[in-house]
């Protein structure tokens, strides 16, 4: 057995679509990132969807059009990827991190408000792993103390929480399509919103400034002669190259049209996971898992014996992962305030297991097998 921890699902069909890309000579960006994003507006139910390169290019600019003070604090979960919290920085703004909550390793409702602070100016919450963190109670707060909300959904597509989507309770949702992820488009992003004014910019952010469907308002320059300005744009925002292509649209296209049931092959590899470990006594999974309601980028479990674990896998075959060393313990946010025991805590007993949407049930089965023989060893 050699079982990946990680696997992107490709089948014909986006192959087609790429050699489409190909026969007609059109790889940036383009139609198919205009249908991507309808597609993907559509799907959510949301006003605004935006296509990036990448969810840390959505992070950096959702918290960019908030025009937040320069040197306020952006309360963030110290468990998460990297990006949660460079998106703070490259903002010149001053990441605080927030510990987890005990049970789901979300974001801690009680922690937030303990670590809030008059010059906090927003909230960058991720839905860890998948499961949501409790924005029901994060959003009504933070609009209270009337500061913005950014959520970190890469880790999930948007499943319905308490009558909303994840990604739909703050002020922007972020959602990543990197390789690892729930679908993906090589790299790519997308940046969600039912704010249209506070968006307003984003697609001139996206692409150095420019934003075409703006050039028609531009009336001083284009009065005498309309038909000759087919060229013109105008450059009034100081933006980045972050716009997605139709390359990885043409992916991410296909891709959408499989999510649900890649989602679901997903969640009934969870729901066996969960169910397999019932009896073990030194192996648990990490969270109390709802695979029929939410959908899940990371299945780990919890144990005692972390380094065993992970070199009993090893041995046989099967790839382990920890997501992730709370950015709390990193040499770049050491110097940052938040103390976060139980997210530290918790990084001492994760071991991240195979999650993908092509495990076979034969695969499954044989982790379960090897988890249980652990069990036996140690317990
Ligand atoms: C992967 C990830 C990101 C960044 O996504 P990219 O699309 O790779 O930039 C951000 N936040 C979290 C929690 C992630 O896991």
Redesign the pocket.
Known sequence: MNIRLFKPSFGDEELTAVQGCFDRSWVGLGNNVNEFEKQWKEKLGCEEAIALN????A?HLALACMKLPKGSKVLVNAL??A??ATAILYNDLVPVFVDSDPETLGMSFEDLQAKYTDDCSAIVV?HYSGHPSPVDKIVPWAKEKGIKVVE?C??TTGPMYKGKRLGLWGDIGCY???E??LMTTG???MLCSNDSELVKDMKALRWVGIDKDNWKTAQKYTDNSVDSMHWFYEISVLGFKYNMNDLAASIGLVQLAKLDQMNQNRSGTIRKYVDGLVSSKTVKPMLPYNPEDFVY?VFAVRTKYKHELILFLKEHGVATGCHYTPLTMQPLFEKYEGECPIAEAAYEELVTLPLHSDLTDEEVNYVIEKLLEFDAKYS
């Open positions: 990448s969810a840390t290019a992070l998460t990827f990006s949660s991720v970190d890469a880790h990543s399509f990197e690892k992820k790299d790519g992003g980028q």
